[in-house]
């Protein structure tokens, strides 16, 4: 069974701060995807890396797939208020028949403070 | 807007009724994924169908059941309801090459 856990499960920092969220597993996976979620609402997409070492920039938050595809991290520069929510990495797992299926950390919340 | 719809979007029932939840995936996607939230297990896969079949089982219970439909939309239905049945239920969908799934606003279920 593929487990990804995610680390810190809480944090709380204030605005201007930089921070990174980590999320590790004893399982190779075909990818890795972070999503943000708001309260309520269903997790959005905010990037997908494939490859080992991959690292990718999306304005102010930069993630980056570990070599051996068992981790990643996701840093946030500078953080805003408007960055608060809960962050989840997603690690994908091809099954039979070619199946593609996600298994979830359990989420890091993300509170920054004015 | 993911462009995945799911209804209803808030659904109060008691202890041993049934429900059915309602997934439309975002247009061309052909698979669609349950999930089930809730606040001490996380996001937990339940099933995946792919145009119209099942293809990926995850921790669904036996008085929960899915379908397909040619039309790709796809029915949760949850029976035998027990209080710890209440959750958020996300519906996802995905391309058929693309493991990037993209979620529904979900529909909270809430058993008495």
């Known amino acids: 069974t593929q487990l990804l856990e995610q680390s810190p499960q809480f944090l709380s920092i204030q605005e201007g701060e930089n921070l990174t969220v980590y999320c590790n597993s004893s399982?190779?996976?075909?990818?890795l995807q972070w999503y943000r979620q708001e309260p309520g609402e269903g997790p959005v997409l905010l990037v997908t890396v494939v490859t080992g070492g991959e690292v990718k920039k999306l304005k102010r938050l930069t993630f980056q797939f570990g070599d051996a595809r068992k981790d990643s991290s996701l840093h946030i520069t500078a953080a805003q208020p408007g960055d608060t929510g809960l962050y989840l990495c997603?690690?994908?797992?091809?099954?039979?028949?070619?199946?593609?299926?996600?298994?979830f950390g359990q989420g890091t919340r993300l509170t920054i403070n004015p | 807007d993911s462009g995945v719809t799911q209804t209803p979007k808030h659904l109060i029932t008691a202890t041993g009724q049934r429900v059915t939840l309602r997934c439309s995936p975002r247009?061309?996607?052909?698979?669609v994924y349950w999930y089930q939230q809730s606040l001490d297990q996380g996001l937990q896969f339940l099933i995946q169908?792919?145009?119209?079949?099942?293809?990926a089982k995850g921790n669904i219970l036996e008085r929960f059941s899915a379908q397909q439909f040619p039309d790709l939309h796809s029915e949760l239905n949850l029976s035998s309801l027990e209080l710890g049945d209440s959750a958020l239920y996300f519906c996802?969908?995905?391309?058929?090459?693309?493991?990037?799934?993209?979620f529904g606003p979900g529909t909270r279920l809430t058993v008495l």
């Open positions: 997603a690690g994908g797992v091809v099954g039979i028949q070619g199946a593609q299926k996600l298994v």
């Open positions: 996802a969908s995905s391309g058929p090459t693309s493991d990037e799934q993209f």
């Open positions: 169908y792919y145009n119209g079949e099942e293809r």
């Open positions: 247009s061309g996607d052909l698979s």
């Open positions: 399982s190779v996976f075909s990818s």
